[in-house]
């Protein structure tokens, strides 16, 4: 996904990063990596991620 400042983003979610799911900036954009074995445990905890995701750009980027 696009960002203002995706190093910045991914920098504040490292600490919180679950074994599922690799997170990396790349040409201005949040690249994000996720291996789950039940499509339901994707659906939910990547939604959780993703508003993680939103509140970091709202926050570093004010």
Same mark, same amino acid.
């Given at each position: 996904? +696009?960002?203002?400042?995706?190093?910045? &983003? &991914?920098?504040?979610?490292?600490?919180? +990063?679950?074994?599922?799911?690799?997170?990396?900036? *790349?040409?201005?954009?949040?690249?994000? *990596?996720?291996? &789950? *074995? #039940?499509?339901?445990?994707? @659906?939910?905890?990547?939604?959780?991620? @993703?508003?993680?995701? #939103?509140?970091?750009?709202?926050? @570093? @980027?004010?």
């Amino acid at each position: 996904m +696009d960002s203002k400042d995706p190093e910045a &983003v &991914v920098k504040a979610l490292k600490p919180d +990063d679950p074994e599922w799911c690799k997170c990396w900036s *790349e040409k201005g954009q949040i690249m994000i *990596e996720v291996k &789950v *074995e #039940k499509i339901g445990t994707l @659906l939910s905890a990547l939604d959780d991620y @993703l508003m993680n995701i #939103k509140m970091c750009e709202k926050i @570093l @980027l004010e």
